[in-house]
Every structure is written in structure tokens, then in C-alpha cells.
């Protein structure tokens, strides 16, 4: 029987508000072990949330950009269970009535585009970190991540391939990164996936038991984890057994899934109203205001750079898989307006750069004017492409202006008749031998001369100028 | 020996600013009185001399500077369950025996800006899950009116010591009674203000929704004089109203002709005592004198309140309390295996029997499957109640009831008793459901010469007219100067 695979994922990602979702502490990562945290994220006796409502507006903008119903009313509810790294034993969530819900985002996929539903999105505090001695039995508690604010987004069982989970996920991560709510770092934890995953016989609709998917920390990962989970369920169903509803981790040394916990062993989490918390009201006013500031988003993007600026839809891909780059493309082209060319350099030389210093765009030192003016040069012959790549690099290094660097360093192309036509009568002199196999038809010594004449001017030697004047003088020559 | 310790805080404040007396004077006073009959009356868990003499002392050179607040320089006691900065705060429970909170709660913060000298805490119910003061870890508190009754609870000790002239006035929190029940069991004055009204931030949690704050005093001048204290918004306190509190001073000794108290039938049918049904008569007999006018109403589903109760309070009380687990602060069991014996054996021995009782009454309500016929139905009458007590206050000003069913019982009467104990709250329970400010006065002596309190309860942030009422009743009936006897009945 062939089957097909239903999947759904659970992403959680932690907002990018300066203090935590119920207390003023900082949400700065990597500082020393509970040092940001206070009697409230610590779980004392006595103390109250008092909601972030910065953490609120966010949530709003990543339901809007889901196109997901906000609901004016919605309230907190506590989840209760027992683990170290949580101090009160509950978390604060949401439950019967989340912030948003009935939402869908447009995913690429190998068949086209599809529509993968959004069940809700609602908001929540993180839990804090548990860390093991390595050499003593004894674990440790790290609150800094306690009460940071969170968003969980739980998508419909709507995609059918871990490819299309995959792309789903990335879809999703840069709204969120380009939302500047969230910043997407997946090995600090800062956007996280759980799955779940079932089999039905193809062209049935009835759902199979599922399995729940944690522990996977990459792109890669997810990708890797369901394909694992989804052929171990092929097995067990074609062998004719039954899957058991569970929660698997997924190992990623092994590539494969272990048991963590059964449907029977699963909590109860005791949801009900937070009393320490009103019901929160979002006035229709304030969403209309915050669906202005929403910036244009990476699929709307890509659609009008193609239209636009007349790009192949790959380079629109590419570009506007991060806000800022694509923003700084834009710049870029206001003041060069070629864009294929822009694109063409960005993709390469100025990706390469960025990808080899790990340097973010804040980092940068070279302005997108700056750029400009280095891809004007080419295009007016002032520099060779050739060229252009080493004073990039020089740019990238300084931040000085490209009219600049070519100044000093005396790379300016030669385009002068006379001195190019010194350098060529100098090599056609000293190479006698050439000359003959030339004149006696062997044309591709053609290509022995260019080499020489662009290695006797370092390089600066305007190709196409040289190219003609080669051939000028040479059949100067022949007829001579 | 000074009689300063069974002054009011209204007369002792004149004292002070007549330059009759100082803080200090007034602190050792009340410190002398607490040495004399706390081996009997056993109101405090905590006390600390020298912090309270030097409070006083920094009072007094606050009033001598002319920087001082009205109630500068009174002593007062703290419930066990308000965070009290670097002391010790136990709750009543062996769980927080040895904690002490890194903040101060913010009614606390109110009264060290005040400058009040806070002598130190006061004993209560586990938890505050009592209507006794029993289940304390540290044992009970006794009623200074017969040494072998409960001084009720959970705020037995701050009821207590206020009536045996421990503390000038006194600070408890409600969540069913645990304030009005103790102020009527030893004959003080108590107020359950308005849900909202006082801060709860640093006031341990038992049931978040149904907590309040409120004082204790010996006269209802002073419980508008420590209402104006405690009573504002808090921004860390999310249900805390932004209301603006009116002086609560300027109700006292006002004229209360022309207002209208209603007397529900369901309270009335639920009187059972012929004492308690004396002194309600009889108090009604006072406020008729004042011109106040009577009518009959209805609550009909008051009835329902106790139950309702006992799903909402226990719900939220389990969910509370899951945080006390030998992980971060407070008591953690010796020789465990492992997490969760560490859990299970520090909660085993860390909470009394009542406190469990009441967190798996709690956990079970909450569980998947019984969420819909529990929570969610008491949540659904408490509405009911809401909207009942909101009709009735559109035809009068107050509600007028007993606070108990009957004077203070003895010790290790209702303990063994969960069922009997949870009915002494039946006139007190509505009033939280309904988040309504409610008072209990000295309404007169029972038979045995104990005193019996009578409860007015007044629509959501109309504690004034508690004030104006209790104050026009005090004036005319004088029956809050009865004082105990400090002796075995």
C-alpha cells in the first residue's frame, strides 16, 4: 500500500522585546547564570506577572503577517507541571482563548506554491535551562531564560513531505526575522520546531495515529528527523503493526528517533484562567495601527523585485531571503541602476565577503553607495571586472571609496591609444616567433598576445581597446 | 506600666503630635503588654524587638522633623504571609520555616514609608487554609476572650493581638473570611476591602482571584485611617483597580439618615444561633434609630456559594503552591533519590494535612475530563453571585448579616471536621466570590460573654459606606469597647 505522510509543526520563537514577558528583567543571551532575574522570574512567594505589552504588539504583527483572526478578547492560562527549570511549576500560556487563530502562509514547494493553514498563535513565557555536572551528579538551574516571551505557532496538518516542512519552516523563520520580532537562532534556541507526524493510505482522509517529533535544532534536522520517523512508520504499517501515539526525540548523531514518552505518560497540564492576569483586550484600532508599521514581506518582496527591477526570479530568491540584504540591494540600485548587475555582485563577491567574516549588516563597512560607484567604474571602462574584485576587497577591509583606492594604487584602466600601442609594438618585437605563426595563419597566438600585453600593464589594460589594437597592427603587419 | 498598648492609633496619633508621648514610648508599651500575655495569647510567629524600638525611633525623629505621615510612629503586626524583606515569612507553614523573602510586599513598603514600627508577624491558618488558626505549624493562637477558643482564622493571630492590646492595629488577608471570621471571634473590627482595591504583590497566594488584603483595628477610625494607607493602585499588581480612593476619615461620624440596608432571606434563614440572632436584631434596632431604612431582598443563589468556593479557592491554590518543591527556597526533605522523591517527600512533610487536603481537592477539579463540571461551573455561579449581589445594591446602600454562624468555638472542635469547619464561612464566603468589601464589627456579647460580629457588605469600591455605617453604629452602640478577659473560659 502506498501511504502518505500528514505533518503539523509547533514552532516556538522567542520575541525580541529588551525585558521578559512578566517582569522587567533583561532577555540578553550568554550573560552569567541567573543573573537576569528578579523575585518575579524566580518564582518567590508572593510575587505577580505584569504582561509586556511590547510582547504583545509583536505577537500581533507575526499573527497579521500569518493572516490569522485576532481575537479582541483573549486571557492567559496557567500550564502546571513539576521541573526544576520552571520555579513556579506552571507555565503562563495561553489555551482557550489565544490572541490569534484560523490564519495560512503561501509556501514554496517542488509542485508550486501551497497554502499550509495556521491553526493559532499565542503567547507564552520560556522556562529556564537545567545544566548537568559533567563529573557529579548534580544538575544546576539557570533561570536567565525564565519568563522570556515567546510565541507558539501551531500550523494545520497540512503539509505532506519533510521537504515541504522544511520550506514551511523557512517560510516562517524569515517572516519572523524580517518582522525584527524574533532573531532566529536556532542553536540558542531563539526559534524552535517540534513535530508531529502521521501515515494514512493515499487518497484517504482520515488521520493516523501520530507521533511527536522534539530535539531538532536545524533546517537539516527537521528534514532529517520526519524522514526517519516517517519511513520507521512505513515499516511498522506495511509489516501490518500499529503505530504507538508518543513523543520521540530525535537523536541527530544517529539520525533516528527513541521513545521519550506515551500517550499514557503524557502530562496533564491542568490548564485553566490565570487569576493573576485580566483577559487581555487588543481594540480593533490598535491592530489596524500596527498592520500599517507591518513591513513588506519576503514573498510580497521577491514578487515585485521580479516585476521591478526585471530579475530572474532565483536572484529575487536569493535577495530577499533576508531583509537586510535586500534592503541594501534596493540602496544599491537607486544609485546604479543596473540591476542584474547589482544582483550579480551581491550574489557573489559582497555574499562571499558577508558569508567569510560572519559579519552581520550593521558590521558592514561598505555602503551601497559605495558599491554603486565601484560598479559604475566597470561599466565605464575605468576598471576591468578583474580589477574591481581585488578594490572590493580592499573596500570591504577599509570602507574607503572605491575612485579612491583605484587613485592610489594606480589601477585605472589604460585606455590611452598611444601607450597601448607602445606595449603592443614592444611585444610583437620581442616575440618574433609568434609574429611568424601568426602571419603564417596559426591565428590563435591571438590569445599569446593579449596575455602579454595585459600582464606588461599589470592589468589595467582595457581589454577591448587592446583586443583592436592588436588586430590593427598585426594585419598592419600581414599586409606590410 | 504606660496603658498606652490599648489606645487607638487616632488617639495615639494626637498624643504624638501634642508631644504627650513619643514612638518609642508607645512601642515599649505595647512590647511590655506583649511579654505579659503573649505565653497565653500566642498571636506572633515572628517578633523582633529591636528592629520595632529602632522603627520607633526613626518615627520619632520623623514627627520631631515635622516630615512625618499620619500614622508615623503606630505599631502594628503583620499577617505571616506578607513578604517582609530579609525576615522571616513562613505562612504559617513548615515549608517556609526558614524563609525569608529578598522584597518587601508592597502594603509592607507602604507601612515602613509611613513610617509605622512593624512589631513583627503574626500567626495564621497554614497557608491561610483555616478557619482557626489550628492548622498553623507553629500551633494555634488563642482567643484572648477564653483561652481555649480559636480566635477563628486564617488571621487569627492579627485578630488577636489586636484584641489583647498586643499591636495598636493589624494587618490580615481574606480569601472566604479569614479576616471578618477572626474580627468577629475576638471582638475587633475587620475589613475585607474591595477585590482590587489593596495591592496583592508580595501577599503570599492561597486563591489569587478571591485574596485581600485588609486591617484590623479596635475602632473603625482606625480602619479608615489604615484604609487610606493601603488602599491605591499598584502597577505590579495586574488586578489592581485604578480607582481613585476617596479620604476614608471624612466618612466617619456622618449622618447615615436616609440610607438603605438590605437584609437578604437567604442570610436571615441561615441563623440558627439565638444569640447571633439577638445581636442582629439589636443592631438593627441601632441603625433604625439612625434613621437608616430596611428592606427584604433576595440572593438566590447564594446558596451555592460554599461550594462554588471549595472548587475556585483549592483549583487555584494547587496550581499556587506547586512552586514550594526543595528546588529554590524553604524546607527540603533529607535523603531523597532524585527529583521526584525530593519533590514528593519535601511536599509530604513540608505541608500540614489541610493544605494537602485542599491541593488535591484542587488538582483533581482541574484534571482533564473534570475541568468542565467543576471549574468551570463554580466559575459560572460565582457569575450568578456576581450579578445577584449587583440587583441588590441597586436598591440599597449596605447588606446587613451576621459574620459567623455562632461565637468563636473551642479548640480541636472543628479540626478533625474539614466539613463543619468550611461552614463557619457561610455568611463570609459570598462576599469574596463576589469580590465585595465587606466589614465585621462588634455587634454585642453572646450569653457566655463572647463577642459576636455583625458583617456590612456594600457594592464593589463602596467601602466608605462601610466606614460612614460601622462609625455611625460604633458611636451610638459603643459595643466595641468590650474588652477580653484574658482567661481560660
Known amino acids: 500500500m502506498e501511504y502518505e505522510a500528514v505533518i503539523g509543526l509547533e514552532i516556538h520563537a522567542q520575541l525580541l522585546t529588551d525585558s521578559k514577558a512578566f517582569c522587567s528583567c533583561s532577555t540578553r543571551f550568554g550573560a552569567q547564570p541567573n543573573m537576569n532575574t528578579c523575585p518575579i522570574c524566580q518564582g518567590m512567594p508572593g510575587t505577580l506577572p505584569v504582561f509586556n505589552r511590547k510582547a504583545l504588539e509583536f505577537t500581533i504583527k507575526m499573527a497579521l503577517a500569518c493572516n490569522c483572526r485576532i481575537n479582541e478578547f483573549s486571557r492567559f492560562a496557567r500550564k502546571n507541571y513539576y521541573y526544576p527549570d520552571l520555579p513556579k511549576n506552571y507555565q503562563i500560556s495561553q489555551y482557550e482563548l489565544p490572541i490569534s487563530e484560523h490564519g495560512w502562509v503561501m509556501v514554496e514547494t517542488e509542485s508550486g506554491q501551497r497554502k499550509i493553514g495556521i491553526t493559532r498563535i499565542h503567547m507564552e513565557e520560556d522556562a529556564g535551562k537545567l545544566v548537568h555536572d559533567e563529573f557529579k551528579p548534580v544538575s544546576y538551574v539557570d533561570l536567565n531564560r525564565t519568563g522570556v516571551p515567546l510565541i507558539e505557532i501551531v500550523s494545520e496538518p497540512d503539509m505532506r513531505s519533510p521537504e515541504e516542512a522544511a520550506s514551511y519552516l523557512k517560510t516562517l523563520h524569515s517572516v519572523l526575522v524580517y518582522l525584527r520580532i524574533c532573531d532566529g537562532n536556532m542553536e540558542e534556541g531563539s526559534f524552535r520546531c517540534d513535530a508531529n507526524v502521521s501515515l494514512r493510505p493515499v487518497g484517504t482522509t482520515a488521520l493516523g495515529t501520530k507521533t511527536e517529533l522534539k530535539n531538532m535544532n536545524s533546517f537539516r534536522n527537521v528534514q532529517r528527523g520526519l524522514q526517519y520517523e516517517i519511513e520507521r512508520h512505513t515499516d511498522v504499517l506495511r509489516d501490518g503493526g500499529r503505530i504507538v501515539q508518543e513523543t520521540r526525540l530525535f537523536d541527530p548523531v544517529t539520525g533516528s528517533t527513541v521513545s521519550m514518552r506515551s500517550k499514557e505518560q503524557a502530562h496533564d497540564y491542568r490548564y485553566f484562567p490565570d487569576p493573576d492576569l485580566l483577559p487581555l483586550h487588543v481594540p480593533e484600532e490598535w491592530v489596524d495601527q500596527i498592520r500599517q508599521t507591518l513591513p513588506e514581506l519576503p514573498a510580497e518582496k521577491k514578487e515585485r523585485f521580479i516585476s521591478e527591477f526585471g530579475i530572474p526570479s532565483y536572484d529575487a530568491g536569493v535577495l530577499t531571503a533576508s531583509r537586510e540584504l535586500a534592503e541594501y540591494f534596493e540602496e544599491v540600485v537607486k544609485s546604479f541602476n543596473n540591476p542584474k548587475s547589482v544582483s550579480n555582485w551581491i550574489m557573489t563577491e559582497f555574499m562571499r565577503a558577508l558569508k567569510a567574516d560572519e559579519k552581520s549588516f550593521s558590521q558592514i563597512f561598505v555602503k551601497p553607495s559605495q558599491l554603486a560607484s565601484l560598479l559604475q567604474m566597470i561599466e565605464e571602462g575605468k576598471i576591468s571586472g578583474k580589477i574591481a574584485k581585488t578594490v572590493f576587497d580592499d573596500m570591504w577591509a577599509t570602507g574607503e571609496d572605491p575612485a579612491k583606492i583605484v587613485q592610489e594604487k594606480g589601477l585605472m584602466q589604460v585606455s590611452d591609444t598611444s601607450e597601448l600601442e607602445n606595449i603592443i609594438l614592444q611585444i610583437l618585437k620581442d616575440n618574433p616567433n609568434e609574429v611568424s605563426k601568426y602571419l603564417s595563419g596559426k591565428t590563435q597566438v591571438m590569445g599569446f598576445f593579449v596575455g602579454q600585453a595585459m600582464k606588461a600593464s599589470k592589468g589595467k589594460a582595457n581589454p577591448g581597446m587592446l583586443n583592436k589594437l592588436l588586430a590593427e597592427q598585426l594585419s598592419k603587419l600581414s599586409q606590410g | ?489
Open chain 2, 1 to 489: 506600666m504606660s496603658d498606652l498598648f490599648s489606645k487607638s492609633a487616632h488617639e495615639l496619633m494626637s498624643l504624638l503630635r501634642q508631644g504627650k508621648t513619643s514612638s518609642v514610648e508607645i512601642t515599649q508599651s505595647v512590647l511590655d503588654r506583649i511579654k505579659e500575655v503573649e505565653p497565653d495569647v500566642r498571636a506572633f510567629v515572628s517578633l523582633d524587638e529591636e528592629a520595632a524600638l529602632e522603627s520607633a525611633r526613626r518615627a520619632d525623629s520623623l514627627l520631631a522633623s515635622g516630615a512625618s505621615s499620619p500614622l508615623t510612629g503606630i505599631p502594628i503586626a503583620i499577617k505571616d504571609n506578607m513578604c517582609f524583606k530579609g525576615r522571616r515569612t513562613t505562612c504559617g507553614s513548615k515549608i517556609l520555616e526558614n524563609f525569608k523573602p529578598p522584597y518587601n510586599a508592597t502594603v509592607v513598603e507602604k507601612l515602613e514609608r509611613e513610617g509605622m514600627v512593624i512589631l513583627g508577624s503574626a500567626n495564621m491558618d497554614e497557608f491561610a487554609m483555616g478557619s482557626s488558626t489550628e492548622t498553623s505549624h507553629w500551633g494555634p493562637t488563642r482567643n484572648p476572650w477564653g483561652l481555649d477558643l480559636t480566635p477563628g482564622g486564617s488571621s487569627g493571630g492579627s485578630a488577636a493581638s489586636v484584641a489583647a492590646c498586643e499591636t495598636t492595629v493589624s494587618l490580615g488577608s481574606d480569601t472566604g473570611g479569614s479576616i471578618r471570621l477572626p474580627a468577629s471571634y475576638c471582638g475587633v473590627s475587620g475589613m475585607k476591602p474591595t477585590y482590587g482595591s489593596v495591592s496583592r504583590f508580595g501577599l503570599v497566594a492561597y486563591a489569587s482571584s478571591l485574596d485581600q488584603i485588609g486591617p484590623f483595628a479596635r475602632d473603625v477610625n482606625d480602619i479608615a485611617l489604615l484604609l487610606n494607607l493601603i488602599c491605591g493602585h499598584d502597577p505590579m499588581d495586574s488586578t489592581s483597580a485604578p480607582v481613585n480612593h476617596p479620604d476614608f476619615t471624612a466618612f466617619l461620624n456622618t449622618s447615615v439618615g436616609g440610607m438603605t440596608i438590605g437584609a437578604p432571606s437567604q442570610f436571615l434563614e441561615k441563623i440558627e444561633n439565638r444569640d447571633v440572632e439577638n445581636v442582629l436584631a439589636d443592631a438593627k434596632r441601632v441603625f433604625e434609630d439612625l434613621g437608616v431604612k430596611f428592606i427584604e431582598l433576595s440572593l438566590p443563589h447564594l446558596d451555592y456559594g460554599i461550594a462554588a468556593y471549595y472548587v475556585i479557592a483549592p483549583c487555584e491554590a494547587s496550581s499556587n503552591l506547586a512552586r514550594y518543591d526543595g528546588v529554590k527556597y524553604g524546607f527540603r526533605a533529607p535523603d531523597v533519590e532524585g527529583m521526584i522523591d525530593m519533590y514528593c517527600k519535601s511536599r509530604a512533610a513540608g505541608f500540614g494535612q489541610e493544605v494537602k487536603r485542599r491541593i488535591m481537592l484542587g488538582t483533581y477539579a482541574l484534571s482533564s475530563g473534570y475541568y468542565d463540571a467543576y471549574y468551570l461551573k463554580a466559575a459560572k455561579i460565582r457569575t450568578l453571585i456576581t450579578e445577584d449581589f449587583k440587583k441588590a445594591f441597586e436598591s440599597c446602600d449596605a447588606i446587613l448579616c451576621p459574620t459567623a454562624p455562632a461565637p468563636a468555638f473551642r479548640i480541636g472542635e472543628k479540626i478533625d471536621d474539614p466539613m463543619q469547619m468550611y461552614l463557619t464561612d457561610v455568611f463570609t464566603i459570598p462576599v469574596n466570590m463576589a469580590g465585595l468589601p465587606g466589614i465585621s464589627i462588634p455587634g454585642g456579647l453572646s450569653s457566655e460573654g463572647l463577642p459576636i460580629g455583625i458583617q456590612l457588605i456594600a457594592s464593589h469600591f463602596k467601602e466608605s459606606k462601610l466606614i460612614q455605617l460601622s462609625s455611625a453604629f460604633q458611636n451610638c452602640a459603643k459595643r466595641h469597647l468590650a474588652r477580653p478577659s484574658l482567661k481560660v473560659n
